[in-house]
């Protein structure tokens, strides 16, 4: 299936009530991607480039694959795949997948996004670029029904106020950044919630092989307190925050779901994901939660 869509806006995740239940850690979705196929999953893409699983296409051998969204051969590619079941958020929510971005090219672009967005809603990406076809850009909207974005940024305009985007501090290359929801409409919203600087290590130019890039683990955790963090194990290395208890009150609907982004421009490069797991948050973070129907909003918090 190929379609091209996107939008603007930003609301985002959970309203809760504690309790003292305990829960098992339900696993809501586990795909490897290193396989020849991937039920459940929707791949779409504009004209550029071919993304799919690289154990199907022969690249690699079965079982040692990665589904690739762009590679570092065509210029302005835009890519999303997405989990095409509804899944629950009364338990909080922790994605946990490995990334990698590689290439020949001396400057790797754009970079890749987990998409959150509402369960009842064809995403219809369309913003690729600098967006990462979640924010919109000029006249591409947003994506459709979007809750949050977090963006593995590259070259660095994810948090750049520019080219339709609401918020943030200008480009940051090598960096991870959060956008929020969609608003009124698909060209509204999806402001800039909060970001890192650049990071060492990002990704991996001048390789001609994935074998001497640098892959990441990273640890997204959305508890229904409303506190995210985001953690990354460079390969060899210890895990670390890169975004600790950020508070960003936020509410979310009943369900949703979600995918991967990826996009280059002038400048291209190979942007991969394997091992991905989604699971509901483990104690003691996980707490019961009610909801209050209806979409929720990420917004940016205020203080005086």
Known sequence: ??????????????????????????????????????????????????????????????????????????????????????????????????????????????????????????????????????????????????????????????????????GGPGQTQDSVAIRGSQGEDRFTGYEYQTGTGSLADFSTDEVSSRDDAVIHTVKITIPTDKVISVEWKPEGEDWSYLIRDYECGLECPDHIKFGYAASTGALKAYHEIRNLSVTEVPEPASISIMALGGLAFLRKRKYK
């Not at 809760?16 to 795909?31: G, H, I, K, R």
């Not at 550029?48 to 590679?71: C, F, H, I, V, Y």
């Open 1 to 166: 299936m190929m379609v091209i869509g996107y939008r603007k806006k930003m609301h985002f995740l959970f309203a809760c009530v504690f309790s003292a239940a305990a829960a098992v850690n339900a696993a809501y979705v586990q795909e490897d991607f290193r396989g020849t196929s991937a039920p459940g999953w929707v791949i779409q893409s504009n004209s550029a480039g071919s993304p799919g699983l690289t154990a199907d296409t022969g690249e690699d051998p079965d079982g040692d694959g990665w589904l690739r969204l762009t590679n570092d051969q065509d210029a302005n590619q835009g890519a999303f795949a997405y989990y095409d079941t509804a899944i629950p958020t009364n338990k909080g929510l922790m994605f946990t997948f490995d990334f990698v971005t590689w290439g020949s090219g001396g400057t790797l672009a754009d970079g890749l996004a987990l998409a959150i967005f509402r369960a009842d809603v064809d995403p219809d990406p369309q913003s690729y670029g600098g967006s990462l076809a979640y924010a919109p850009q000029y006249s591409s909207p947003g994506l459709n029904g979007a809750v949050a974005g977090f963006g593995f940024d590259e070259f660095g305009n994810f948090s750049n106020p520019s080219e339709g985007r609401t």
